[in-house]
């Protein structure tokens, strides 16, 4: 999957300059962690535009006051609220989330909690964190397979499944609305993010096969001219064929 500039800045909402900030980063981390279908695609980044202000900032404005003593995120200690504020392109947020965090990545942003506000780690952690994230016993992945990605996200299955993603990443519907316009917008592009998806696939599959047959070949044409060249000390002749898909390409002889 290669996204473009331009099917992010449409998704999320973002400048072209902000998307291009953030392009390989998102390309690089939704692969890794399974964000790679048109619907998850546009589920997540939909998600991504409202949480990070249209990839504007990967810290949430607020003073995160309002999550002291919130010991349901693990906000034991006085000051965890604001030290443990919303950081990522999805606002990872409170003390519990923080040490789940340097317990998968080793950072150690309990005290240091400022690393997540780097964007390629505030972009890591977002993709890993929607991955890992459940809402009522599925994934916010399986939710997003759910959605049609052709239908309209206002009515229906889609405007009841996006419900339940928003709630999984915001614990409530803050920004819905902005939300599911943002999924609206990338709808508009979909085409292009249908075809960006496969395109990975498609290029290293056959960058793979290419590789293959020409170690291969390497490998016979060695063989042959090891084994002529033991016949005849003064002279060989060989032939290297190469065929691909059952159709031959080139063939060289010398003598």
Not at 66 to 73: A, I, K, P, S, W
Not at 92 to 117: C, M, S
Not at 138 to 148: P, T
Request: include cysteine.
């Amino acid at each position: 999957m290669r996204l473009s500039a331009k099917v992010i800045a449409k998704s999320t909402g973002a400048s072209i300059e902000n998307a291009k900030k953030f392009d390989s980063y998102l390309n690089r981390y939704m692969n890794k962690y399974g964000i790679n279908t048109p619907s998850r695609v546009m589920a997540f980044l939909s998600q991504v535009g409202v949480e990070s202000d249209r990839l504007r900032t990967t810290r949430e404005y607020a003073s995160g006051s309002e999550y002291e003593g919130r010991t349901d995120l693990g906000n034991v200690y006085q000051g965890d609220g604001k030290k443990f504020l919303g950081r990522g392109i999805i606002q990872v947020t409170g003390r519990a989330n923080y040490q789940a965090v340097k317990d998968h990545f080793g950072w150690d942003v309990i005290n240091k909690p400022e690393l997540l506000e780097e964007p390629n780690k505030a972009t890591e952690v977002s993709a890993w964190w929607w991955a890992n994230r459940k809402r009522s016993g599925k994934y916010l992945n399986e939710w997003a397979d759910e959605l049609n990605p052709k239908d309209s996200i206002y009515s229906g299955n889609n405007s009841q499944v996006f419900e339940q993603i928003t709630r999984g990443v915001n614990g409530g519907v803050n920004g819905l609305s902005q939300r599911k316009a943002f999924f609206n917008e990338s709808q508009s592009v979909y085409d292009d993010i249908k075809r960006q998806v496969k395109t990975w696939f498609t290029k290293w599959w056959g960058v793979s096969l290419i590789a293959i047959a020409l170690i291969g070949s390497a490998y016979y044409l060695y063989k042959n001219v090891k084994n002529n060249y033991g016949q005849e000390k003064n002279s060989f002749t060989f032939s290297w064929c190469f065929s691909a898909w059952s159709k031959r390409i080139f063939c060289i002889s010398r003598n």
